[in-house]
């Protein structure tokens, strides 16, 4: 290969370096819990939708926990099976210009959250482990929320403390 051939290849070896796509599902929070416990999360029913100031977010569960919901968990008083998975995915918001009504629609993707029952893994935090993972769109990747293996009692669980009659869950399962 010439000298000018290997300037010309070079730079376009790296561009595609540089836009190669993450491999999400190789990503851990700091505890441990990673988006590989969470594969195929896209595709799960969900549980509601809630409107934030900035965003939208829909709340989606696995089908253990979705099983549990129409079971009347937690209502009836029983917590949420092991192996309950929840995942809240976030979006900034903008209005739908196409729409004849006022009506707010995802944009940009912000992040993803999600929350596993089990008891052995997450004793400290009454058996929920929790992880969340910002989105940067001008890289296309995204990164853990948080340091050090207690993030998700620090951070998290301290929080959900406020749901404790509820299993640690805020999304209630609406009427549908």
């Given at each position: 290969m010439s000298r000018i051939?290997?300037?010309i290849a070079l730079p376009a070896a790296f561009a595609s370096m540089a836009f190669a796509t993450q491999d999400k599902y190789a990503l851990e929070a700091p505890?441990?819990?990673g988006f590989a416990e969470i594969r195929g999360y896209e595709d799960w029913q969900d549980v509601a939708v809630s409107q934030v100031e900035d965003g939208l977010k829909v709340i989606v569960a696995n089908p253990t926990m979705i099983n549990a919901y129409k079971a009347g968990v937690p209502g009836n008083g029983k917590p949420f099976p092991e192996g309950s998975k929840i995942v809240k995915i976030e979006w900034s918001q903008t209005k739908n210009a196409a729409s004849p009504y006022f009506v707010m629609v995802p944009d940009?993707?912000?992040?993803?959250?999600?929350?596993?029952?089990s008891s052995k893994r997450f004793p400290d935090t009454n058996g929920w482990g929790y992880a969340q993972?910002?989105?940067n769109p001008?890289?296309?990747a995204f990164t853990p929320v948080g340091s050090g293996k207690s993030f998700g009692k620090s951070e998290c669980h301290a929080c959900h403390i406020a749901v404790q009659a509820k299993d640690y869950i805020f999304t209630a399962y609406p009427l549908r």
């Open positions: 051939s290997t300037f505890n441990g819990l940009r993707l912000k992040s993803v959250s999600f929350i596993e029952k993972f910002t989105y001008a890289a296309k």
